[in-house]
């Protein structure tokens, strides 16, 4: 059972636009919404992550927006860039619990950014 | 801080053989865990470590044990390799109360034919 779904599972924006990646998940225990950005041939970097308190994020030029209704968050990239380039990943997690289960990921966005 | 180490970073084995990938963190970091990670997949929790001796089962435990002897480091260990273990493997370490907030190594490409 798949309990993050992400999507597109590819996307191609020209510099400057705005990609939007989305996730759903379905556990309603999970209360800790991190992206991570991989580049090839590397680990996982932590991005940006969003607690549901709170409704939006922004750090820097990405941006987490997050419908805790809707069991939905996003991610947002203003000003694109080539170097945004990547695969980015949605997870979720019981971060008040330790987070002892560690980390359930979406299967992955693999993003261009055309010059 | 060197960070998360992993070793080796390649590797090929031969269906039944046995190995064992390494795994360093030098960041003081009580939780470390496993993931692999397949095309299309994205990646899947193997095993994981809350402290020195307490390691648990994940999401995809068949074929693999672990054990915590030490805080620094956390070994996954591959008993009788088969191909569908081809897989990258990344080692991830964080502090127990920001278990989400996950530090990863470089990752592992292993190879079994």
């Known amino acids: 059972q798949q309990q993050v779904k992400q999507s597109p599972q590819s996307l191609i924006v020209q510099k400057g636009g705005i990609p939007i990646i989305n996730c759903a998940y379905e556990n309603t225990a999970f209360d800790y919404f991190p992206w991570y950005q991989q580049f090839p041939g590397k680990g996982p970097a932590l991005l940006i992550a969003i607690r549901p308190d709170v409704s939006e994020k922004k750090e820097g030029r990405f941006t987490i927006s997050f419908n805790k209704s809707a069991k939905q968050f996003s991610l947002h990239i203003m000003d694109s860039q080539p170097g945004d380039s990547a695969t980015y990943f949605c997870a979720a997690s019981m971060y008040s619990g330790g987070g002892a289960d560690g980390l359930t990921f979406g299967k992955g966005t693999h993003l261009i950014i055309q010059p | ?113």
């Open chain 2, 1 to 113: 801080n060197a960070g998360v180490t992993q070793t080796p970073k390649f590797q090929v084995l031969k269906t039944g053989q046995s190995m064992t990938l390494q795994c360093a963190q030098d960041m003081n970091h009580e939780y470390m865990s496993w993931y692999r990670q397949d095309p299309g997949m994205g990646l899947r929790l193997i095993h994981y470590s809350v402290g020195a001796g307490i390691t648990d089962q994940g999401e995809v435990p068949n074929g693999y044990n672990v054990s915590r002897s030490t805080t620094e480091d956390f070994p996954l260990r591959l008993l009788s390799a088969a191909p569908s273990q081809t897989s990258v493997y990344f080692c991830a370490s964080s502090y127990f109360e920001g278990a989400g907030e996950q530090y990863f190594g470089p990752g592992t490409r292993l190879t079994v034919t």
